[in-house]
Structures are given as structure tokens and as C-alpha cells.
T-cell receptor
Framework: KQEVTQIPAALSVPEGENLVLNCSFT??????LQWFRQDPGKGLTSLLL?????REQTSGRLNASLDKSSGRSTLYIAASQPGDSATYLC??????????FGSGTKLNVKP | DGGITQSPKYLFRKEGQNVTLSCEQN?????MYWYRQDPGQGLRLIYY???????QKGDIAEGYSVSREKKESFPLTVTSAQKNPTAFYLC????????????FGQGTRLTVV
């Protein structure tokens, strides 16, 4: 069964710092990987989708990479802002259209 | 204004009651999903449906039931057989083609009183 791990579980950084969030998965047979943001008590907002054939995707200050063979993805956030404070979740899509989620990294960006 | 709407936002259930959570989407998506989120844990799949009148159990289906009579609607019933139903429930949808992203509703927080 696919297992998705996110490290660290929590991260606190000063405003303006660049940071990297990590996601690893045990089964490399995935169709794609998606990064989400979740604010407290809210649903998930899609940030980036990387197809299995892609190495990275960029959106504004966010850059996500995928190394399928090693079962790893990273989400890079440049010049972090207090508004980036949230929980970030990664999910991989495997067979039968099923998604497997990590437990998230809770990010706090201090002003 | 397209999206996924979950209702209610907050729901309280007495012991032994069944309750139904609503999920409606106007995105014309084929596939719909129900997840449960507990503090400190990732989302766990309860049920999913890839087309109308068809659905499959996820990893934690016991104590839950669903129906998919219409493309835009995928209600989840939490039955009295679910012994620990207090959680945050999230509904998602996507186009069934392989490489599309999933979109989520704003969630329903269910509390047993």
C-alpha cells in the first residue's frame, strides 16, 4: 500500500526566508503528485500538479519538483510571507483513481 | 461560479443517529471522493465514485454509506455503526481522465454530542 510521508511536521521561519517542504512516497508507480494548502478549519486549495513524466512545476513563488524513481517531491517557497502560514499537504495519485495523502507540514512564517 | 459545495459547515450528531453530509459540484466532474481528516493525520479515503450509479469503498468505509444518483451530487451518510465519527469531512472531485487535478470543498466538521 502507498505510504506518503511529509517532513518536517512543523516549521517556523522568519519572513523573507526561502524554504523547502519535503514529501516522500513508497510506491513510485504514480500518475501525478499534487501539492495543496489548507488553512485552519478550511478545505484544501490546489497549489501545483506535477505529472509523473514531469520534473518540476512553477507558480509564482512556488516551485515543486518530482523525482519519481526515488519517491520524493519538494515544494520550494521563495521569499516567504506571513500569508503563507498554513498546512501544506502532498498527495499522490495511484491506480484506480485513488489519492494518498501525507499528514502535512504546518508552516508558520513570522513577521 | 463553479465549485464544490459542502453543507452543512458544522454538524452535531447524537449517539445512535444517522446523519447525511451533502456534497454538490457544478464542475461537470465525473469522479467524486469523500475523505476524513483527524488531527495530526493525513486524509483517509472513505468512498469514491468514478461515474453515476457506481462507487467503491476506500480504506475506511465501515460505518459509512454513499449514493451517486446524479453526476453533481455525492452525499455521505455517517451511520450509527461508525463508532468514532467526530472528524472533519472533505469532499473532492475531478475529471476522470488520468492527469487532472482534484478540487476540494470547504469541509464539514461533524461532532458527536
Amino acid at each position: 500500500k502507498q505510504e506518503v510521508t511529509q517532513i518536517p511536521a512543523a516549521l517556523s521561519v522568519p519572513e523573507g526566508e526561502n524554504l523547502v517542504l519535503n514529501c516522500s512516497f513508497t510506491d513510485s508507480a504514480i500518475y501525478n503528485l499534487q501539492w495543496f494548502r489548507q488553512d485552519p478549519g478550511k478545505g484544501l486549495t490546489s497549489l501545483l500538479l506535477i505529472q509523473s513524466s514531469q520534473r518540476e512545476q512553477t507558480s509564482g513563488r512556488l516551485n515543486a519538483s518530482l523525482d519519481k524513481s526515488s519517491g520524493r517531491s519538494t515544494l520550494y517557497i521563495a521569499a516567504s510571507q506571513p500569508g503563507d502560514s498554513a498546512t501544506y499537504l502532498c498527495a499522490v495519485r495511484g491506480n484506480f483513481n485513488k489519492f494518498y495523502f501525507g499528514s502535512g507540514t504546518k508552516l508558520n512564517v513570522k513577521p | 461560479d463553479g465549485g464544490i459545495t459542502q453543507s452543512p459547515k458544522y454538524l452535531f450528531r447524537k449517539e445512535g443517529q444517522n446523519v447525511t453530509l451533502s456534497c454538490e459540484q457544478n464542475l461537470n466532474h465525473d469522479a467524486m471522493y469523500w475523505y476524513r481528516q483527524d488531527p495530526g493525520q493525513g486524509l483517509r479515503l472513505i468512498y469514491y465514485s468514478q461515474i453515476v450509479n457506481d462507487f467503491q469503498k476506500g480504506d475506511i468505509a465501515e460505518g459509512y454509506s454513499v449514493s451517486r444518483e446524479k453526476k453533481e451530487s455525492f452525499p455521505l451518510t455517517v451511520t450509527s455503526a461508525q463508532k468514532n465519527p467526530t472528524a472533519f469531512y472533505l469532499c473532492a472531485s475531478r475529471i476522470r481522465a488520468e492527469n487532472t487535478e482534484a478540487f476540494f470543498g470547504q469541509g464539514t466538521r461533524l461532532t458527536v454530542v
